[in-house]
T-cell receptor, first 112, second 113 residues
Framework: DGGITQSPKYLFRKEGQNVTLSCEQN?????MYWYRQDPGQGLRLIYY???????QKGDIAEGYSVSREKKESFPLTVTSAQKNPTAFYLC???????????FGQGTRLTVV | AQSVSQHNHHVILSEAASLELGCNYS??????LFWYVQYPGQHLQLLLK??????LVKGIKGFEAEFIKSKFSFNLRKPSVQWSDTAEYFC???????????FGKGNQVVVIP
């Protein structure tokens, strides 16, 4: 099946640990995105990538890092510098910004 | 960076009522505009989009939206809602020629049977 796969669906980490969220797509899309969804806050853009080996900060990049070494993969690392990491994280991809974005099922991260 | 504003975060209405959700964006150049919907427990999916041409666009499930350039707005409408329209609705914008996809805070719509 074509689509976007985020794993795992639920993730628990201890405070102070870095954690990496996986996002893979087999849609051959150039653009990929990471969003954080909190109640009442909508989707806030963390990072986006328009092409392999390139990425740009979104509105809330502090405490996060990404890489885009392969077209199909865009992992997000939540570092210990992120003050409030517990959230629902969504990955998306599109052929380009003007086209429909397709979303993964999300990863709910809980830091205790 | 562009921003997207959606007001009235919580909307409650009865079946058969009309729905209008406002969306305003702050980017001054040409934009691509979208409305996405998230039904309970489901992925975000595209409801409709505007790139150019007729400013009144029609989407799935009887939804439509009107782009008013002078007001920087892209309001979503449905003449008669159903219980199954209960969902969260998000407006989104990308600047023309750029992939930066920004979302508003969303409207939580509850339709009472």
């Amino acid at each position: 099946d074509g689509g976007i796969t985020q794993s795992p669906k639920y993730l628990f980490r201890k405070e102070g640990q870095n954690v990496t969220l996986s996002c893979e797509q087999n849609l051959n899309h150039d653009a990929m995105y990471w969003y954080r969804q909190d109640p009442g806050q909508g989707l806030r853009l963390i990072y986006y990538s328009q092409i392999v080996n390139d990425f740009q900060k979104g509105d809330i990049a502090e405490g996060y890092s990404v890489s885009r070494e392969k077209k199909e993969s865009f992992p997000l690392t939540v570092t210990s510098a992120q003050k409030n990491p517990t959230a629902f994280y969504l990955c998306a991809s599109s052929i380009e910004g003007a086209r429909e974005a397709f979303f993964g099922q999300g990863t709910r991260l809980t830091v205790v | 960076a562009q921003s997207v504003s959606q007001h009235n975060h919580h909307v409650i209405l009865s079946e058969a009522a009309s729905l209008e959700l406002g969306c305003n964006y702050s980017y001054g150049g040409t934009v691509n505009l979208f409305w996405y919907v998230q039904y309970p427990g489901q992925h975000l999916q595209l409801l409709l989009k505007y790139f150019s041409g007729d400013p009144l666009v029609k989407g799935i499930k009887g939804f439509e939206a009107e782009f008013i350039k002078s007001k920087f707005s892209f309001n979503l409408r449905k003449p008669s809602v159903q219980w199954s329209d209960t969902a969260e609705y998000f407006c989104a914008v990308t600047p023309y020629g750029n992939n930066r996809l920004a979302f508003g805070k969303g409207n939580q719509v509850v339709v009472i049977p």
